[in-house]
């Protein structure tokens, strides 16, 4: 593929949409979750909340899968080194 120099705002808006859904997704399950369990500490909360982390680490690295064509020059970077 091809490197990007701009991204169309319709794909930006639709990243944004579809990632929003992602995060909404877990706010609902986690109330629901948390609902349930009312007062009394559960496994299924204390499950949820371990699952929590790799969750949204895993949304991170699939956001970052749509903007890998990036145009490295744009950034005044190489890609081989670190900025000084």
């Known amino acids: ?18 990632f929003a859904a992602h995060v909404a ?6 109330d629901a979750v948390a609902r349930e369990a009312g007062a009394t500490p559960s496994s299924t909360v204390s499950a949820l909340k371990s699952f929590e982390a790799h969750y949204f680490n895993n949304l991170v690295l699939a956001l970052d899968s749509h903007f890998t064509h990036w145009a490295r020059a744009l950034e005044k970077k190489d890609g081989c080194c670190a900025a000084p």
């Open 1 to 18: 593929m091809l490197c990007e120099n701009q991204y169309d705002q319709r794909y930006i808006e639709a990243c944004r949409s579809t």
């Open 25 to 30: 997704a877990y706010r609902r399950l986690s």
